[in-house]
């Protein structure tokens, strides 16, 4: 069986200033997305606490905004610890069978990655259903699902 596959590994837009990595979920036909915000603490700097902003938006318009952290929900560390083993694409080689999904759920991952001691620089992946980004995704989401609090986190 050929899996449907779109993915890109490309130098990305910048993420926000208050976010330094995010992951989602998006159906086109549907213009719905669910997305999740690792956040950047005050001033920058990682502290003990790590939150997480959950947003899901239809049709561009935002519907629901909910939060986690790492001292109320153990899965946030988790989500963390997951960055690093992000399931990279290979190469496409010329001559390698190629299907094309054009609609169905799409799936990101946005950070900053660099080797070593080299400044960072924004990178996007993204897939389609089926991939091993996909499931990464999902199952970041499963694991946070029980987490989310209306309440931002103080």
């Given at each position: 069986?050929?899996?449907a596959?779109?993915?890109q590994?490309?130098?990305?837009?910048?993420?926000?200033?208050d976010?330094?990595a995010?992951?989602?979920s998006?159906?086109?036909?549907?213009?719905?997305?669910?997305?999740?915000?690792?956040?950047?603490?005050?001033g920058?700097v990682?502290?003990d606490?790590?939150t997480?902003?959950?947003?899901a938006?239809?049709?561009?318009?935002?519907?629901?905004?909910?939060?986690t952290?790492s001292r109320?929900?153990?899965?946030?560390a988790?989500a963390v610890?997951?960055?690093?083993?992000?399931?990279?694409?290979?190469?496409?080689?010329p001559?390698d069978?190629e299907?094309?999904?054009?609609h169905g759920?799409?799936?990101?991952?946005?950070?900053?990655g660099?080797?070593?001691?080299e400044m960072?620089?924004?990178?996007?992946?993204r897939?389609?259903?089926?991939?091993?980004?996909?499931?990464?995704v999902?199952?970041?989401?499963?694991?946070?699902?029980?987490c989310w609090?209306?309440?931002?986190?103080?």
């Amino acid at each position: 069986m050929l899996v449907a596959l779109v993915l890109q590994a490309s130098a990305a837009q910048p993420l926000p200033r208050d976010v330094w990595a995010s992951l989602s979920s998006s159906v086109d036909l549907a213009h719905t997305s669910e997305t999740v915000e690792y956040l950047r603490a005050e001033g920058g700097v990682m502290k003990d606490t790590i939150t997480l902003r959950f947003t899901a938006r239809r049709q561009g318009e935002v519907l629901k905004v909910m939060w986690t952290d790492s001292r109320t929900c153990p899965a946030v560390a988790e989500a963390v610890d997951a960055l690093r083993s992000v399931p990279m694409p290979t190469p496409v080689v010329p001559g390698d069978p190629e299907n094309i999904i054009l609609h169905g759920v799409g799936y990101s991952v946005r950070f900053n990655g660099r080797y070593g001691s080299e400044m960072g620089v924004p990178l996007e992946l993204r897939s389609n259903a089926g991939t091993p980004l996909a499931a990464w995704v999902s199952d970041i989401f499963r694991r946070l699902k029980p987490c989310w609090s209306e309440t931002r986190p103080s």
